[in-house]
């Protein structure tokens, strides 16, 4: 059933499993949106539930986490590269490789929307239905974390972690003009971040000194993501959007190397979607 609503997924590295038990959960009772948007992890969560892979992310990160061409310290340290190589989900491994179905992407009845940050403006950018190497390349900027990843060149030019400029991007699906949003978060509800202190600021101020409006637009994030998160509960509350957020967050590391704790991560998301799977329906069908 494809359902005139947006899909607004939040990032959060590899608490993006969570986000991803949840999509899954919704191929398996055949749930598609007219807009899917993501950022950071959630993009990536985005592609693989636009393109109907059941299981790709689990699969990828609990049984290639600890292979260097895919998430190493090695690989910043020793080779001068980022930590995590993102192209190793998009390239062809081998017959016993679950490779990306980009055909089954493009084939699609949602339209997809990836959220990057713009290095000269500190602005979010959005990238609607890229395909072939933009589309890769997008997915890279959105996921590139400051300060452990170097900016990723787009058509938009130089760009980083969408959820710098815009965490959550509902606003996205408001311009889009839908009325009904379905958020999946990977923090709880009452989740509210830290103001950056005097290391954050130095930290900004010197590693995008190129940039001065991307460094602010990075210390100012708590601020802007402590209003979206009111924001996405009052809205919630009042029963105008249907969120999904964890209860019990299994604690993982933004590069977390537990195998164990992802997949239970992504089985909490899979049983809070089945449960709440009832109520959703019904918001969306009102």
Same mark, same amino acid.
């Given at each position: 059933?494809?359902?005139?609503?947006?899909?607004?997924?939040?990032?959060?590295?590899?608490?993006?499993?969570?986000?991803?038990?949840?999509?899954?959960?919704?191929?398996?009772?055949?749930?598609?949106?007219?807009?899917?948007?993501?950022?950071?992890?959630?993009?990536?969560?985005?592609?693989?539930?636009?393109?109907?892979? $059941?299981?790709?992310? =689990?699969?990828?990160?609990?049984?290639?986490?600890?292979?260097?061409?895919?998430?190493?310290?090695?690989?910043?340290?020793?080779?001068?590269?980022?930590?995590?190589?993102?192209?190793?989900?998009?390239?062809?491994?081998?017959?016993?490789?679950?490779?990306?179905?980009?055909?089954? $992407?493009?084939?699609?009845?949602?339209?997809?929307?990836?959220?990057?940050?713009?290095?000269?403006?500190?602005?979010?950018?959005?990238?609607?239905?890229?395909?072939?190497?933009?589309?890769?390349?997008? =997915?890279?900027?959105?996921?590139?974390?400051?300060?452990?990843?170097?900016?990723?060149?787009?058509?938009?030019?130089?760009?980083?972690?969408?959820?710098?400029?815009?965490?959550?991007?509902?606003?996205?699906?408001?311009?889009?003009?839908?009325?009904? =949003?379905?958020?999946?978060?990977?923090?709880?509800?009452? $989740?509210?971040?830290?103001?950056?202190?005097?290391?954050?600021?130095?930290?900004?101020?010197?590693?995008?000194?190129?940039?001065?409006?991307?460094?602010?637009?990075?210390?100012?994030?708590?601020?802007?993501?402590?209003?979206?998160?009111?924001?996405?509960?009052?809205?919630?509350?009042?029963?105008?959007?249907?969120?999904?957020?964890?209860?019990?967050?299994?604690?993982?590391?933004?590069?977390?190397?537990?195998?164990?704790?992802?997949?239970?991560?992504?089985?909490?998301?899979?049983?809070?979607?089945?449960?709440?799977?009832?109520?959703?329906?019904? $918001?969306?069908?009102?």
């Amino acid at each position: 059933m494809l359902y005139d609503a947006a899909l607004v997924l939040e990032g959060g590295a590899m608490r993006g499993n969570y986000s991803t038990g949840i999509t899954d959960t919704f191929l398996a009772h055949h749930i598609e949106f007219k807009s899917v948007i993501g950022v950071s992890a959630g993009a990536l969560c985005g592609a693989q539930f636009v393109a109907k892979q $059941y299981g790709r992310m =689990l699969h990828v990160n609990t049984h290639y986490r600890k292979d260097r061409d895919y998430i190493s310290m090695w690989n910043l340290f020793m080779k001068n590269q980022d930590i995590l190589n993102l192209d190793f989900l998009f390239q062809d491994h081998g017959w016993d490789w679950n490779n990306y179905d980009e055909a089954a $992407y493009r084939r699609s009845r949602s339209n997809f929307s990836i959220v990057a940050t713009r290095l000269n403006t500190g602005n979010a950018v959005i990238f609607t239905n890229p395909t072939g190497q933009d589309l890769v390349n997008d =997915l890279k900027a959105s996921c590139s974390m400051p300060f452990l990843m170097e900016p990723q060149e787009t058509s938009a030019g130089p760009c980083m972690d969408g959820g710098v400029a815009d965490s959550i991007p509902y606003n996205v699906a408001k311009a889009q003009g839908y009325q009904k =949003l379905v958020v999946v978060r990977t923090r709880p509800h009452d $989740y509210h971040k830290h103001l950056s202190g005097r290391l954050v600021k130095r930290m900004y101020h010197h590693s995008f000194k190129g940039y001065p409006s991307f460094a602010k637009t990075g210390i100012n994030r708590p601020r802007t993501y402590n209003h979206q998160v009111n924001v996405v509960n009052r809205k919630t509350k009042n029963g105008e959007w249907f969120t999904f957020a964890p209860d019990n967050l299994v604690k993982v590391g933004r590069l977390e190397s537990d195998t164990k704790k992802l997949e239970e991560l992504y089985h909490q998301g899979q049983a809070q979607a089945e449960k709440m799977l009832p109520d959703m329906l019904q $918001y969306l069908e009102k």
